[in-house]
């Protein structure tokens, strides 16, 4: 069983609708990161976070410690968010990450 | 955007041959590492660095050695390549506790 679980690992989506993507963890953690990686593109980091939510454009990311589960929201989705979203469990070791296998989104007009 | 380059970007080779990517970075960055990216595994930990000549392994080490002799050059090599290496391959970096930055990845593949 991994250690990182993500939901759907497939999402296929029309503009403009709201988008949820669900991450859960079984090793404790400091900090949760949320990446993000284009087809054939590199990856970058959209979110860190320890608690409580942040808010990037479109993009919203919350996280509750107690029950072990993060979500990545996008709101008014649009095709240029295709893509493979990636959570990631920072555990505090040398900034090692434990990742998930990621969701592959789809946008489409 | 941490500057962080990858080479060769692209690679193909035979299995038995060694190979050597080369990570680049120009952030002073302390921590780096390596990572494979294969369909159904996500990106998975080879070897990291936390500083000049301290690396550690990761948690698909095998096959694969690794050295950083200087802050801004992190090297992978596998000895003996095999086609379950066959893979694309990450470095990425991080000044301490926070955000990893991704070099652009190279594809490698092993006939």
């Known amino acids: 069983k991994n250690e990182v679980e993500q939901s759907p690992q497939n999402l296929t989506a029309q503009e403009g609708e709201f988008i949820t993507i669900n991450c859960s963890y079984s090793?404790?953690?400091?900090?949760l990161h949320w990446l993000q990686q284009h087809p054939g593109g590199g990856i970058v980091s959209l979110f860190m976070?320890?608690?409580g939510k942040k808010k990037h454009g479109r993009l919203i990311a919350t996280i509750n410690i107690q029950e072990k589960h993060s979500s990545l929201h996008i709101t008014a989705s649009h095709p240029r968010d295709s893509a493979v979203y990636i959570c990631?469990?920072?555990?505090?070791?040398?900034?090692?990450?434990?990742f998930g296998t990621g969701t592959r989104l789809q946008v489409t007009l | 955007d941490a500057g962080i380059t990858q080479s060769p970007r692209h690679k193909v080779t035979e299995t038995g041959t060694p190979v050597t990517l080369r990570c680049h970075q120009t952030?002073?960055?302390?921590?780096m590492y390596w990572y494979r990216q294969d369909p159904g595994h996500g990106l998975r930990l080879i070897h990291y660095?936390?500083?000049?000549?301290?690396?550690d392994k990761g948690e698909v080490s095998d096959g694969y050695s690794v050295s950083r002799s200087k802050t801004e050059d992190f090297l992978l090599t596998l000895e003996s390549a095999t086609s379950s290496q066959t893979s694309v391959y990450f470095c990425?970096?991080?000044?301490?506790?926070?955000?990893?930055?991704f070099g652009p990845g190279t594809r490698l593949t092993v006939l």
């Open positions: 952030e002073n960055h302390r921590y």
């Open positions: 976070l320890s608690s």
């Open positions: 990631a469990a920072y555990g505090g070791t040398a900034s090692k990450l434990t």
């Open positions: 090793v404790g953690i400091s900090a």
């Open positions: 990425a970096t991080a000044g301490g506790t926070d955000t990893q930055y």
């Open positions: 660095s936390y500083g000049v000549k301290d690396t």
